[in-house]
C-alpha cells in the first residue's frame, strides 16, 4: 500500500485548507484510513479516522467542529476539510491505513504516507 499526502501549505489563523491521501496497492480489505499530525517536539497524534466501510469517524476532541473526512472521498482518495485552523505553528500532516493480514491469527500492519506540511501563522 502506498499512500501520497497532497494539499499542505500556508495559511492565515482561522482559514481552511483541504489535506487529500492518495491511496494504491493492495488497498482491499483496510481496517480504517485517518490522519495523525506531529509539530516539532511534539509525539504524533491521531486526528481523524474512519472505517472502510465509512460508517464510523473518529476525531480528537481538538478538531472536533473544525475538521471532518467529507462524504465525497473520491475512490481510493481520502480528504481532511480543514475549517477555522488555529494558529499553531507548522505541523507535518500524516495519513495513514491499516490492514489485517490473511493469515491465522491476523496481524495488523500500518502503512504511511511521507506527510504533509501546515503552517498556520498567526
Known sequence: VQLVESGGGLVQAGGSLRLSCAASGSTSSNNDMGWYRQASGKQRELVAAIT????????????K???TIPGDNAKN???LQMNTLKSEGTTEYYCYTSKF???DPPALSIYWGQGTQVTVSS
Open 77 to 79: 482518495t481520502m480528504y
Open 52 to 63: 472502510n466501510s465509512g460508517s464510523t469517524i473518529n476525531y480528537a476532541d481538538s478538531v
Open 101 to 103: 493480514s490473511t493469515s
Open 65 to 67: 467542529g473544525r475538521f
